[in-house]
């Protein structure tokens, strides 16, 4: 069969150019590396999902290489790779039809509009490679709207310092909230912060033939049984196929994208589900296999004229990869400390949080001591969030301190009594701090020459380095979560920020930008120099901005759909 469209990946940034083509009328065809699963597949069952892994490939088949700093012993620093396979650092976030969207949290912040002129407004950092987006936020801002309407977004608007222009209020009312939301309001307000809700891509009523929220307490990292949580298969693409003009075809691993020689996309080569070679053509290619594996993909197609991989004469494939800056925290609510009532309020699960603090999205304080010195910086969001997880929650209960202060392993009635302590004594509010993961020459995909996958194909080899101010920025913000949590009369307060990546949130190494010399994609995330090929996964991301990406790597990916649906029109015609 002959296709318009070609998608390889079906995520967040491949499943709006699904939804969008197919309802134009062209026939879109979507390669996904992993199995089709639905609701009916999606358990809450921790053991499955957080311990096993089941979404994703087992590591001895499908790996990366990750290569870390070290230093020698004459303290000079060099960079070692070690398997993923052996270290167990997994990488994958879902190879599923929907990708990783089916797994997320859901927490939909919007970009603002500084996020697209980093440069323009702190200026350049030393050691970081800084670029302002070749787009505004105005243009960006339609196409929030969109996602909000289309995936189903609940939360309600609350003005605060940063708030970001916005032309409607959100389509579906909040979702349920646990009391400690107004405890969170209340110890804002009085220590002169502003908490705002969080909106969420969970849908707050039923509506688009999907189920709303159920409340089970289990959400992030686990598939939606209701169907209320906006991944890309349940939102877009089960719309799509039911059009008629979309063919999703799972199991299907790519492996190398052909071009001929003035560099035209000719065919798309991928392995089926019982490992055959085959071949698939289109008018219009998009790649949409989040970042590391979008980059390791174009890198591995190399044609006549791309000896370095496909758009690769640049040299910027696989450069300038994001992940995302900052930290966690906690503090410790025991039981004796509080009323009955306070104790009921705080035993409750199921609802959510959902509470933030944007106050320090820009930070504007003479005692930040930052890259540029000038206490001025772009700062982040903190969000904050119980975790159900009965077994995560238990680990760590089977040691205990002997009066010497020596650890030992608890057994029998000791371990019991441990474990009770733990879940019947106290509660853990934690929050996780965003900021900028500043874009590096230490941080980049490449091909390893020596791993292979299953199918004997290069792995992905990621240079993980970070900028330090990555770091300060996450400490600032941390001790600001820290002040709110003493306000609420925790108990251990505590927090740690790492340049460790967060795997769960990558983008870059396709930057878009309108200098074809510093950059993979043009502004409508086309390659510069293929003209049949778009990339819409979080790849063309330049900077990745101060909150999770799903929402603008969607928001984006709609937008790109307009200009593929145009580019189509026109060789139709």
């Known amino acids: 069969m002959s296709y318009d469209i070609c998608i390889i990946g079906s995520g967040a940034g491949a499943s709006p150019i699904a939804h969008q083509l197919a309802k134009a009328g062209a026939k879109v065809l979507v390669l996904e590396k992993g199995p089709w699963l639905t609701e009916k597949e999606f358990f809450k069952d921790e053991l499955t999902i957080s311990i096993h892994d089941a979404y994703n490939p087992k590591l001895t088949d499908e790996q990366h290489v990750i290569e870390e700093e070290y230093l020698d012993e004459n303290d000079k620093p060099f960079w070692q790779g070690e398997k993923t396979s052996d270290s167990g650092w997994s990488w994958w976030n879902g190879n599923v039809v929907g990708g990783s969207s089916n797994f997320m949290s859901g927490y939909f912040h919007r970009l603002k509009p500084i996020d697209f002129r980093l440069k323009s407004e702190f200026g350049a950092i030393p050691g970081a490679n800084i670029e302002d987006w070749p787009i505004s936020y105005d243009e960006l801002e339609p196409y929030y709207a969109k996602v909000e309407r289309e995936v189903g977004v609940s939360g309600r608007v609350v003005e605060h310092p940063h708030q970001e222009p916005r032309s409607t209020d959100f389509p579906y009312p909040p979702i349920a909230e646990l009391p400690m939301s107004s405890w969170i309001d209340k110890a804002a307000k009085e220590i002169g912060y502003h908490a705002i809700p969080v909106p969420r891509a969970i849908l707050s009523e039923p509506a688009m033939g999907r189920r709303s929220c159920e409340y089970s307490g289990y959400c992030s990292s686990y598939g939606c049984a209701s169907g209320a949580k906006g991944s890309g298969r349940a939102a877009l693409l089960n719309h799509a196929v039911a059009s008629g003009n979309c063919t999703i075809k799972a199991n299907a691993k790519v492996y190398k994208i052909a071009s001929d020689k003035e560099g035209k996309i000719t065919a798309v080569h991928y392995y089926d589900q019982v490992g055959r070679k085959k071949s698939v053509s289109a008018k219009i290619y998009v790649v949409a296999c989040q970042a590391v594996e979008t980059s390791r993909l174009l890198l591995a197609s190399t044609g006549e004229k791309f000896p370095q991989g496909l758009a690769n004469n640049s040299g910027q494939v696989g450069r300038n990869l994001l992940f995302s800056g900052g930290g966690t925290g906690q503090g410790d609510f025991n039981y004796s400390d509080l009323s009955e009532q306070k ?43 119980f975790h159900q997880n009965p077994i995560a929650r238990a680990r760590g209960t089977q040691w205990g301190v002997t009066k010497s ?61 970070y900028h330090d101010h990555d770091l300060e920025v996450g400490e600032y913000l941390s001790k600001k979560a820290e002040k709110l949590l003493e306000a609420l009369g925790a108990k251990n307060v505590s927090s740690s920020v790492s340049g460790y990546p967060s795997t769960n949130l990558m983008a870059g190494g396709c930057r878009f930008g309108n200098d074809p010399k510093t950059s993979v994609l043009n502004k409508n995330c086309q390659a510069h120099e293929v003209d049949n090929l778009y990339v819409t996964d979080g790849s063309f991301m330049p900077t990745g901005g101060s909150v999770p990406y799903t929402f603008t790597i969607y928001a984006n990916a709609f937008r790109v759909a307009d200009k593929i649906k145009a580019h189509w029109l026109t060789l139709q015609s």
């Open 405 to 465: 202060g020596d650890e030992q392993l608890l057994w029998g009635e000791d371990l019991k009594q441990s474990l009770k302590t733990e879940f019947t004594s106290y509660k853990t509010l934690r929050f996780e701090v965003f900021n900028d993961w500043l874009p590096t020459d230490d941080c980049f995909v490449s091909l390893d020459n020596e791993v292979t996958d299953q199918w004997g194909d290069p792995v992905a080899k990621v240079r993980i380095g």
């Open 343 to 385: 104790v009921n309020e705080l035993k409750q699960v199921g609802p959510f949080i959902n509470r933030a603090l944007q106050d320090w999205y820009q930070i504007a304080d003479k005692s930040f001591t930052g890259a540029n010195n000038k206490g001025q910086a772009k700062g982040g969001t903190i969000d904050f969030l």
